[in-house]
């Protein structure tokens, strides 16, 4: 439930090659949440045999926003609060994504009731950090989801949501996800990786003139 594309600055799979991969992975459904862009979607949702939710992970004013099951792109830069209110009138759910990441995480104090759901494992976040994020959800009795982040195919399914096969499209898991019928799973980033992401992110940081992705 969070792959990134060739539409995200940073991705470097294209939509087909992010689906074939996912299939030949034994994955039922993904989810494109392309930075500040949805135009992966149209191009996916063309695909048979692999349920795809429309998305797309949202640069907040604070911090990084999952939206599912949108009809339209929801613009970067504003508040918490109007980031999850315009998901909310384009059709979708709010959740928190990798809220405990530096960098890029909401942080606590920015995980308001409004969310609709928080991601509680993320393969490109640590074990801390994950850890923490599930024990908010628990604390604010919020559903949960999980994601890979991934930025290369090779990485789709490093963490994922499990859900019941008798689910058949992506309004289905939708439910489901609110419903707290999931379970998560996958691996943490290590420290090594840790190591590498920072570099890595204050690099990218500098190359953009000091502007958050």
């Known amino acids: 439930m969070h792959i990134h594309s060739t539409f995200s600055k940073d991705g470097m799979s294209s939509v087909e090659e992010i689906i074939t991969m996912a299939k030949a992975k034994g994955l039922g459904c993904i989810a494109i949440t392309d930075h500040n862009s949805f135009a ?29 099951g949108i009809n339209c792109e929801i613009p970067r830069d504003r508040s918490v609060q109007e980031t999850i209110d315009l998901i909310h009138d384009a059709g ?18 920015n995980v308001v009731e409004e969310f609709d759901a928080v991601e509680v494992f993320n393969a ?31 990485n789709i399914g490093a963490a994922y949501t499990e859900l019941s096969d008798d689910v058949t499209d992506w ?12 379970t998560t799973n996958g691996k943490h980033r290590t420290r090594t990786e840790t190591l590498r992401y920072g570099f890595k992110s204050i690099t990218e940081w500098m190359g ?3 502007r958050k992705m």
């Open 40 to 68: 992966s979607f149209e191009e996916a949702s063309k695909y048979e045999d692999i349920i795809v939710i429309p998305g797309e992970e949202v640069s907040s004013s604070e911090g990084h926003i999952l939206a599912y």
């Open 92 to 109: 979708g759910i709010a959740v928190a994504a990798h809220p405990y990441r530096w960098w890029s995480g909401l942080g606590e104090k």
């Open 124 to 154: 490109r976040s640590t074990k801390g950090s994950n850890g923490k994020a599930s024990r908010l959800a628990s604390k604010m009795n919020k559903p949960v989801t999980a994601g890979s982040d991934a930025h290369h195919a090779d």
């Open 171 to 182: 309004e289905g898991v939708i439910k489901e996800v609110i419903a707290g019928n999931v």
């Open 208 to 210: 953009r003139g000091f």
